[in-house]
């Protein structure tokens, strides 16, 4: 079966660094993605890793650790803005474009 | 480019009654997606096309029918519907190659009463 579980939500301070965990339980492994969510809209991309390591990309890194099936958001110098929900996505296996499973997402607050 | 669009934006149905939720991308996609999200909840596939004349059930497809006559359009059909099928809609397109970014369109709210 797929699982992929992360909290349900968190709240940190404007400012700071939040750390936002994925785990995964899937049959195979193709890549893992992560979304961001302002509440009524549609999911953006954020980033996408496929080996092992963080990949960084402004104020946002993410982590992969397959054999751990694992990874994590990190997300610096928390604005306001970044205030959403925050979906991590496996790819289970097959070629590039097997649908994406998502987990239910972790609801953001940043406060001031 | 438009990207991805959806419509209607905002739907109230009564049981029993059907509808079709469009969908449709400019960017030459293959690949297309349709899922719905319920309240704290994530994404569960429906159903997917890899192509025109192409359709799979993704993991929620019971009350649902989808057709793929072009590349641009991927409509979803609902027959009879159900309150359990209340819930926000959203279509999806991707490009070729792994690691490509799904593109979503902006959602259907739909409500049934």
């Known amino acids: 079966g797929q699982n992929i579980d992360q909290p349900t939500e968190m709240t940190a301070t404007e400012g700071a660094i939040v750390q936002i965990n994925c785990t995964y339980q899937?049959?195979?492994?193709?890549?893992l993605f992560w979304y961001q969510q302002h509440a009524g809209e549609a999911p953006t991309f954020l980033s996408y890793n496929v080996l092992d390591g963080l990949e960084e990309k402004g104020r946002f890194s993410s982590f992969l650790s397959r054999s751990k099936g694992y990874s994590y958001l990190l997300l610096k110098e928390l604005q306001m803005k970044d205030s959403a929900s925050y979906l991590c996505a496996v790819r289970d296996q097959g070629s590039g474009n097997t649908p994406l499973v998502f987990g239910k997402g972790t609801r953001l607050s940043v406060i001031a | 480019n438009a990207g991805v669009t959806q419509t209607p934006k905002f739907r109230i149905l009564k049981i029993g009654q059907s509808m079709t939720l469009q969908c449709t991308q400019d960017m030459n996609h293959n690949y297309m997606y349709w899922y719905r999200q319920d309240p704290g909840m994530g994404l569960k596939l429906i159903y997917y096309s890899v192509g025109a004349g192409i359709t799979d059930k993704g993991e929620v497809p019971n009350g649902y029918n989808v057709s793929r006559s072009t590349t641009e359009d991927f409509p979803l059909r609902l027959e009879l519907a159900a309150p359990s099928q209340t819930s926000v809609y959203f279509c999806a397109s991707i490009s070729s190659g792994t690691g490509a970014e799904q593109y979503f369109g902006p959602g259907t709210r739909l409500t049934v009463t």
């Open positions: 899937t049959s195979g492994f193709n890549g």
